[in-house]
């Protein structure tokens, strides 16, 4: 471990909480950019198009 010494500088009870902490952060606010600025994401939770296709077309009326 070539940055091992950067625990001499902070304590690992403050450190890694934090470290885990903001890599947490970052995903969260990259999830949430990805639903708020795509319209691929949002139909790909609902099932995509290709489900909402199948149910079209089996409708007999």
Same mark, same amino acid.
């Given at each position: 471990?070539?940055?091992?010494?950067?625990?001499? !500088?902070?304590?690992?009870? $403050?450190?890694?909480? %934090?470290? =885990?902490? *903001? !890599?947490?952060?970052?995903? $969260?606010?990259?999830? %949430?950019? =990805?639903? *708020?600025?795509?319209?691929?994401?949002?139909?790909?939770?609902?099932?995509?198009?290709?489900?909402?296709?199948?149910?079209?077309?089996?409708?007999?009326?």
């Amino acid at each position: 471990m070539n940055q091992g010494k950067i625990w001499t !500088v902070v304590n690992p009870s $403050i450190g890694l909480p %934090l470290l =885990l902490g *903001s !890599v947490t952060v970052i995903a $969260i606010l990259v999830h %949430l950019a =990805l639903i *708020s600025h795509t319209t691929w994401f949002p139909a790909y939770w609902q099932g995509g198009l290709k489900k909402a296709a199948a149910i079209e077309t089996s409708f007999v009326g």
